[in-house]
């Protein structure tokens, strides 16, 4: 191992708080003079107004495409298509995770710089260069890189706070796998997502992640329902978007990811919000890991109090067959990020620990 690189990517701006959004005609000015706004229709109609303003008072000229429905190679193509002609410089990613994906998509087939606005705090795919395609049968088709991490980051706490607060709990339960699949991906040997090893840096936020979000998860999410972002707000926020996200790109991922394969395949759990999915495999692997009695009672007691599920009962699947916990368990063995951990898993390793899981979890 000694002859892999330690490799860091990251953004190479980030600008958070209130009414961050007023920056964008300023921060695309220094990267090209047409900007494109890609979003899905619902963003496109609430948000579009708000960055052209700010774009056409910088001088620069202004467009904006969106999608409906799942991000397919086709919806790509179209909206790359519609736009070739007016040659963008700049696409300014809108959206939740469809939409951000979609405008990193689009820049990859424009050869762009790349502005990524999150609308709502509910994953940390906003700092990475990672997006996600899928068929047309709603299956993930494939996951995609960028040649380097968006230009910037421009998250407006003021938008983020307006944002239904399911989606922030979903922010917090992906952003706090990351302190425990860097572990396991670090202790394993394996390499992050750009092919080298972890750097100290990436370690040490993926565990100040962590750390941010368990202090400032409950007070942060009650000035969410306030609709008033505060310190607590905006710490969280940060959390769950640039500490999160360069800490799994740098770090690399574990079970709690690679279960994500096994649940989107079971419809009860398929439509869950992804940080859902990836809190509830986090206990999964914490079983895997053997950890205490009383460090499981711990993750609980913050599962309860931030409203994220322990079981797959709470994930909506009411009563898990045999055969559905045997296709969750398989589908995951074929990730490729299960390798990062520090045995190699069965399928019969995985079925136990969701079956031990469901008992303790509806238990807690």
Known sequence: MGDILRILGAPALYVQGPNA????????????????????????????????????????????????????????????SAQRAWQPDVVIAAGGG??????????????????TLPTAPSNDGPTSRVFLLYDDHHRLL??????????????????????????????????????????????????NLFGGQATLLAAKLAQTCDEVVRQHAVAGLAAARAGRPDTSFEHLVEACILLAGIGFEGTGLSVAHSMTRGLTAVPETAGALHGRQ???????????????????????????????????????????????????????????????????????????????????????
């Open 21 to 80: 959004s007023m920056r964008l005609g300023d921060i695309a000015a220094g990267l090209g003079r047409n900007v494109l706004l890609v979003s899905d229709a619902v963003v496109e109609r609430l948000f579009a107004p708000r960055v052209r303003q700010s774009i056409e008072a910088s001088g620069l000229a202004f467009s904006s495409v969106s999608f409906t429905g799942d991000l397919t190679p086709a919806s790509v193509e179209r909206m790359a």
């Open 98 to 115: 469809k939409g951000v994906d979609a405008g990193k998509a689009v820049a990859c087939a424009l050869g762009t710089r790349l502005i």
């Open 142 to 191: 494939s996951v995609e890189k960028l040649s380097r991490n968006p230009d910037a980051v421009v998250v407006d706490t003021t938008i983020l706070a307006a944002a239904p607060v399911d989606l922030l709990v979903s922010g917090i339960g992906d952003a706090i796998v990351k302190r425990y699949e860097a572990a396991q991906s670090i202790g394993a040997g394996g390499l």
């Open 278 to 364: 990836v809190a509830y495999a986090l206990l999964v692997q914490f079983v895997l890991e053997q950890r205490s009695n009383a460090f499981l009672a711990e993750q609980f007691a913050f599962y309860r109090a931030v409203g994220l599920p322990t079981s797959l009962h709470e994930l909506g699947l009411a009563k898990p067959a045999t055969q559905q916990l045997s296709t969750i368990a398989a589908l995951t063995l074929d990730a490729p990020h299960i390798r990062n951990f520090e045995r190699r898993l069965t399928h019969g390793d995985l079925v136990e620990a969701m079956a031990r899981l469901e008992q303790l979890g509806v238990a807690a």
